[in-house]
């Protein structure tokens, strides 16, 4: 009977202890080195319906990341460029296009456009991403895993213009100061230290974190939990479970060659994630977001649209 009970209180210990979250807590903040260097690649997949047209766009965007300098404070000195940019979009039967900046295809003037949509957008990309390449961009990293300042942009940003002036003529970079800035910059960086905790953390135990993104004037706001679900010890890799919800954040107004609109959205995330331990890196992760998006102006009316948008990340030393 003794027995009985000794092993039936181990139990119980046992499964409280799992359930609270107990056992060896791990870092996962950032712990970069000067001179380490990291190829970093995004891809989103979205698929946009509305008013029963279907869209597909897929983008990738390959980055090679240089540590410059770290603190004693632990702050980081960053270098990034873009190395590899691909396109692939497709909207019903009227643009089925796709461009990669690995290839040989080069983008043409607009007066040599042989005809069609989906020629045309091509060449355009294949401007614009082709002036992106290798243009070096400075990021400083708090010890958190914030990003603190972002520099370097707007050379990219002029670059851009240029390259659409010389393709489309004068004022054919009109409307793109809103492209490109340091928050936007900011929020695509800060996804590769996305939610780390701020504390050691044990295996069971979540936390949250809020984030704010910005596209071209319109916010959104991201409120996710994060889970530690398991350590692989062989592979020194933390693996995290992040759900969310997602919502209209800031300025809700769109300006559209004159014609003014407000976009309303709603959401949800789930995925997974795997950190380097060693560095803090996101070595894995993918995450799908659905959202249903409200344009509406004066002229339009009411346009509701569904939107699942899928982002895999991969990062390694190279």
Same mark, same amino acid.
């Given at each position: 009977?003794?027995?009985?009970?000794?092993?039936?209180?181990?139990?119980?210990?046992?499964?409280?202890?799992?359930?609270?979250?107990?056992?060896?807590?791990?870092?996962?903040?950032?712990?970069?080195?000067?001179?380490?260097?990291?190829?970093?690649?995004?891809?989103?997949?979205? #698929?946009?319906?509305?008013?029963?047209?279907?869209?597909?766009?897929?983008?990738?965007?390959?980055?090679?990341?240089?540590?410059?300098?770290?603190?004693?404070?632990?702050?980081?000195?960053?270098?990034?460029?873009?190395?590899?940019?691909?396109?692939?979009?497709?909207?019903?039967?009227?643009?089925?296009?796709?461009?990669?900046?690995?290839?040989?295809?080069?983008?043409?003037?607009?007066? #040599?456009?042989?005809?069609?949509?989906?020629?045309?957008?091509?060449?355009?990309?294949?401007?614009?991403?082709?002036?992106?390449?290798?243009?070096?961009?400075?990021?400083?990293?708090?010890?958190?895993?914030?990003?603190?300042?972002?520099?370097?942009?707007?050379?990219?940003?002029?670059?851009?213009?240029?390259?659409?002036?010389?393709?489309?003529?004068?004022?054919?970079?009109?409307?793109?100061?809103?492209?490109?800035?340091?928050?936007?910059?900011?929020?695509?960086?800060?996804?590769?230290?996305?939610?780390?905790?701020?504390?050691?953390?044990?295996?069971?135990?979540?936390?949250?974190?809020?984030?704010?993104?910005?596209?071209?004037?319109?916010?959104?706001?991201?409120?996710?939990?994060?889970?530690?679900?398991?350590?692989?010890?062989?592979?020194?890799?933390?693996?995290? #479970?992040?759900?969310?919800?997602?919502?209209?954040?800031?300025?809700?107004?769109?300006?559209?060659?004159?014609?003014?609109?407000?976009?309303?959205?709603?959401?949800?995330?789930?995925?997974?994630?795997?950190?380097?331990?060693?560095?803090?890196?996101?070595?894995?992760?993918?995450?799908?977001?659905?959202?249903?998006?409200?344009?509406?102006?004066?002229?339009?009316?009411?346009?509701?649209?569904?939107?699942?948008?899928?982002?895999?990340?991969?990062?390694?030393?190279?």
């Amino acid at each position: 009977m003794r027995k009985f009970l000794f092993l039936a209180m181990a139990s119980a210990l046992v499964t409280l202890f799992a359930c609270s979250g107990g056992g060896k807590k791990i870092s996962l903040q950032p712990n970069l080195k000067p001179g380490e260097k990291y190829s970093l690649e995004y891809k989103v997949v979205m #698929d946009q319906d509305m008013k029963s047209m279907n869209n597909r766009i897929t983008i990738l965007m390959g980055h090679l990341l240089d540590v410059k300098s770290v603190s004693p404070q632990k702050e980081s000195d960053l270098e990034l460029k873009y190395n590899h940019i691909s396109i692939a979009m497709k909207s019903g039967n009227m643009i089925d296009m796709s461009y990669d900046s690995d290839s040989s295809y080069p983008a043409k003037s607009a007066m #040599d456009m042989p005809g069609g949509m989906s020629d045309m957008l091509r060449d355009i990309y294949g401007k614009v991403f082709g002036s992106m390449l290798n243009k070096p961009m400075q990021v400083k990293l708090e010890a958190n895993g914030k990003v603190k300042s972002v520099s370097g942009y707007k050379e990219l940003l002029q670059s851009i213009k240029d390259s659409m002036q010389q393709y489309l003529g004068p004022g054919g970079s009109a409307g793109m100061d809103g492209l490109m800035s340091d928050k936007q910059i900011s929020d695509v960086f800060q996804q590769l230290f996305a939610g780390l905790p701020q504390k050691p953390v044990s295996v069971g135990e979540s936390w949250t974190a809020d984030f704010e993104m910005e596209n071209n004037g319109i916010g959104m706001k991201v409120s996710n939990t994060y889970k530690l679900v398991e350590v692989l010890e062989k592979e020194n890799v933390a693996v995290i #479970d992040v759900k969310g919800k997602i919502s209209s954040a800031g300025n809700k107004k769109i300006n559209n060659d004159g014609m003014e609109m407000t976009m309303e959205l709603t959401g949800t995330s789930e995925g997974r994630i795997e950190v380097d331990l060693a560095t803090g890196i996101t070595r894995s992760g993918k995450v799908t977001q659905d959202m249903n998006v409200t344009v509406e102006s004066k002229q339009t009316g009411k346009m509701p649209m569904t939107m699942k948008t899928v982002t895999t990340i991969n990062g390694k030393k190279s």
